[in-house]
């Protein structure tokens, strides 16, 4: 499956121009259409996507949701969500598409999951607007797109607090058209889902049997974000709702849980201990189980 990281590959591999920034583009899909790929296998790319369409035929699979509705329809894609496409080059109305870069550079989406949570769905829920809702939508994608492609010095202050307006807007109208309880069962539900395989994934990866050539580095929550089709960013922040605690930390309470079981119950070395645990030396071992315990694994077998 092909998996672009920047918005200038996805660019390229659909045959639309390139973006005028690395981590920001909007479109119109009129703009689009006489050179767009009108059937693109399964992929994924890494970074936000928010669009309204208010014409087109054709299909279009996000994630786990192909039905979309039949009139003007606001759709979103997540990161690492698995899309693809067969449609009709007649589709008209708006996309815009921004990195974690972009939400890192800016002082208003530091929280931009918990603010606007239907970002976040495993199964990212399109929903119907209507006629007079469209106009306003699509006056603020109108104003994004003409400072985008504007020469103002400042013109992405301008483009952040639009952005932040078309959210507020989306999530007003996505609460009045999706049962609320609905959306936030489906949400939980996609929650508790990916927190149990990520707990499961931790579990398996540091079994003494298992192949761990496959894998790059089992430390990492970038690792299994990666194996669970999610970014990182949105791991963690699950994670951290569900338990109070780090998608990080989950790891190190294994590591440390694993750890604590060989020195006491077996007879393997400190050094033999940090390799099977797959830490690159016995003295980061060691820092490692000293910061979580405040004892050095000797002392710690001692007692």
């Known amino acids: 499956m092909k998996h672009f990281k920047t918005i200038s590959e996805y660019c390229k591999a659909i045959n639309i121009p390139q973006p005028k920034h690395p981590h920001f583009d909007i479109r119109s899909f009129e703009e689009n259409m006489k050179t767009v790929v009108t059937s693109m296998e399964p992929f994924r790319h890494e ?39 067969d449609i009709i080059p007649d589709w008209e109305g708006y996309y815009l598409m921004f990195s974690q870069d972009f939400i890192a550079g800016s002082n208003y989406f530091t929280d931009m999951l918990q603010r606007f949570p239907y970002l976040k769905m495993d199964s990212s829920l399109p929903f119907e607007i209507g006629k007079e809702d469209f106009s306003t939508i699509a006056n603020i994608f109108r104003k994004v797109w003409e400072e985008y492609y504007g020469e103002a010095q400042d013109k992405f202050e301008f483009i952040e607090v639009e952005v932040l307006l078309l959210l507020s807007y989306i999530k007003r109208y996505f609460t009045e058209q999706v049962d609320e309880e609905t959306a936030k069962t489906q949400m939980r539900t996609a929650d508790l889902r990916l927190f149990t395989r990520y707990q499961a994934l931790i579990e398996t990866s540091f079994q003494p049997n298992f192949n761990k050539e496959t894998f790059s580095n089992l430390h990492s929550t970038s690792h299994y974000a990666a194996r669970l089709s999610v970014h990182p960013n949105h791991l963690n922040a699950v994670v951290k709702n569900i338990t109070g605690h780090t998608a990080l930390s989950h790891i190190h309470n294994h590591l440390l849980q694993l750890s604590k079981a060989y020195l006491a119950q077996t007879d393997l070395s400190v050094k033999e201990i940090a390799y099977t645990l797959l830490f690159d030396s016995p003295n980061n071992f060691s820092a490692f189980f000293k910061k979580h315990t405040g004892m050095t694994p000797l002392e710690y077998r001692r007692r």
């Open 47 to 85: 970074f936000y996507a928010i669009a309204i369409k208010s014409e087109g035929g054709g299909k279009v699979f996000s994630g786990q949701f192909d039905d979309f509705p039949e009139g003007i329809t606001v759709f979103f894609n997540t990161p690492f969500q698995i899309l693809s496409w």
